[in-house]
């Protein structure tokens, strides 16, 4: 069992920054991936980035890429997503994920956290 919580939430300008943070417990933290979700509201959830259990491989999605940024640090049990240049269209609730591939696909991840808001203003 993996518990994720992530934090780091908020209301920003255009083309301002966040960075959230995702906070492992219980299984070896290092023996998964970990990804980053995203819903908006009305709209399926959706992948942001993942990154391989060394930190080793990412992948991003079109959307992101350029703009964030997706590490983590096995020595905190965390993964961070840097997120710069946001646009109003990355408005939506963010998740992280464990899994044990690197995967893009939701159905992929065994374990979740409860998701922090990210508000982009106009």
């Known amino acids: 069992q993996v518990q994720l919580v992530e934090s780091g939430g908020g209301l920003v300008q255009a083309g301002g920054s966040l960075r959230l943070s995702c906070a492992a417990s219980?299984?070896?933290?290092?023996?998964?991936?970990m990804g980053w979700f995203r819903q908006a509201p009305g709209k399926e959830r959706e992948f942001v980035a993942v990154?391989?259990?060394?930190?080793?491989?990412?992948v991003y999605a079109d959307s992101v890429k350029g703009r964030f940024t997706i590490s983590r640090d096995n020595a905190k049990n965390t993964v961070y997503l840097q997120m710069n240049s946001l646009k109003p269209e990355d408005t939506a609730v963010y998740y992280c994920a464990a899994s044990t591939i690197i995967a893009v696909a939701v159905y992929d991840y065994d374990y979740w956290g409860q998701g922090t808001q990210v508000t982009v203003s106009s």
């Open positions: 990154i391989s259990w060394s930190g080793g491989s990412t």
């Open positions: 219980g299984r070896t933290f290092s023996s998964y991936a």
